[in-house]
C-alpha cells in the first residue's frame, strides 16, 4: 500500500447540468493512470478508487445518471484495468496484482464495480506510438443511457510513423485523440 500512497493520481468529474429543468444531468470523468510499464498493480488499485468514487456519484445524483469515464488509464486492453471497467469485476488473485512482488502484493481486495461500462472508442490498434512501444492506453468509457453515434477514424498510420514516432511535428503529443460522437438512450 505504501508504494500506491506514493503514486498519486487524479480523477477530474464535473457534473454537467442542463439549463432547462427537468433534464437529464451528465456525469464526466477524466484520469491519467500510473504511467510505469511494470506497475499494472499500481493502475488496478487507482482504477477502482476512481470507479469506487464514481458510485459515489450515482449515490448522490442516482443511477440513472450517465457518465462518461475517459483520459490515459496506462493499460492496453488485455490488461486487468480494461478488464476492471468493462466487465466490472477481476479475480482477486489476477496476474496484474503481482507485478510489484509478493512485497507489493494487496490481498482481500473486492476488485468489483456495479457500473456497467463499454468503450465508445473500440480499442484502436494503438493511440500511443513511441520509440519501442505502441498501443491503445487511452479510453472512452460510457455507462448505460449513453450509446454511440460514430467513432471519427484515427489518424493514418503512415502519417503518424512519417516522423518516426510521437510526439512529432504533425501529431504534438505522445498520444492520439479518441474522438466520438455520443447519443442518449431512451430508458423509457
Same mark, same amino acid.
Given at each position: 500500500?505504501?508504494?500506491?500512497?506514493?503514486?498519486?493520481?487524479?480523477?477530474?468529474?464535473?457534473?454537467?447540468?442542463?439549463?432547462?429543468? =427537468?433534464?437529464?444531468?451528465?456525469?464526466?470523468?477524466?484520469?491519467?493512470?500510473?504511467?510505469?510499464?511494470?506497475?499494472?498493480?499500481?493502475?488496478?488499485? +487507482?482504477?477502482?478508487?476512481?470507479?469506487?468514487?464514481?458510485?459515489?456519484?450515482? !449515490?448522490? /445524483? @442516482?443511477? #440513472?445518471?450517465?457518465?462518461?469515464?475517459?483520459? #490515459? %488509464?496506462?493499460s492496453t486492453p488485455d490488461r486487468g484495468v480494461y478488464?476492471?471497467?468493462?466487465? !466490472?469485476?477481476?479475480?482477486?488473485?489476477?496476474? $496484474?496484482? /503481482?507485478?510489484?512482488?509478493?512485497?507489493?502484493?494487496?490481498? $482481500?481486495? #473486492?476488485?468489483?464495480? $456495479?457500473?456497467? %461500462? +463499454?468503450?465508445?472508442?473500440?480499442?484502436?490498434? /494503438?493511440?500511443? /506510438? *513511441?520509440? @519501442?512501444?505502441?498501443g491503445c492506453l487511452d479510453y472512452i468509457f460510457i455507462? $448505460?443511457?449513453? @450509446?454511440? =453515434? +460514430? *467513432?471519427?477514424?484515427? +489518424? =493514418?498510420?503512415?502519417?503518424?510513423?512519417? =516522423?518516426?514516432?510521437?510526439?512529432?511535428v504533425t501529431f504534438p503529443s505522445d498520444h492520439l485523440?479518441? *474522438?466520438?460522437?455520443?447519443?442518449?438512450?431512451?430508458?423509457?
Amino acid at each position: 500500500m505504501e508504494k500506491l500512497k506514493a503514486r498519486h493520481t487524479t480523477m477530474q468529474v464535473t457534473i454537467l447540468e442542463p439549463q432547462e429543468e =427537468n433534464k437529464q444531468k451528465l456525469c464526466v470523468a477524466t484520469t491519467h493512470l500510473f504511467f510505469h510499464p511494470r506497475s499494472p498493480n499500481i493502475r488496478l488499485l +487507482q482504477a477502482i478508487t476512481c470507479l469506487r468514487h464514481l458510485a459515489k456519484i450515482r !449515490k448522490i /445524483y @442516482g443511477r #440513472d445518471i450517465p457518465i462518461i469515464f475517459c483520459g #490515459d %488509464f496506462n493499460s492496453t486492453p488485455d490488461r486487468g484495468v480494461y478488464e476492471l471497467v468493462t466487465k !466490472k469485476t477481476i479475480p482477486s488473485n489476477h496476474t $496484474d496484482l /503481482y507485478a510489484g512482488g509478493q512485497e507489493e502484493f494487496v490481498s $482481500d481486495l #473486492d476488485l468489483s464495480h $456495479d457500473i456497467a %461500462f +463499454q468503450s465508445a472508442s473500440g480499442t484502436p490498434t /494503438y493511440t500511443n /506510438y *513511441v520509440g @519501442g512501444f505502441s498501443g491503445c492506453l487511452d479510453y472512452i468509457f460510457i455507462s $448505460d443511457m449513453l @450509446g454511440v =453515434n +460514430q *467513432v471519427i477514424p484515427m +489518424q =493514418n498510420h503512415q502519417d503518424i510513423i512519417l =516522423n518516426s514516432a510521437l510526439p512529432s511535428v504533425t501529431f504534438p503529443s505522445d498520444h492520439l485523440a479518441l *474522438v466520438c460522437d455520443l447519443t442518449w438512450i431512451d430508458s423509457s
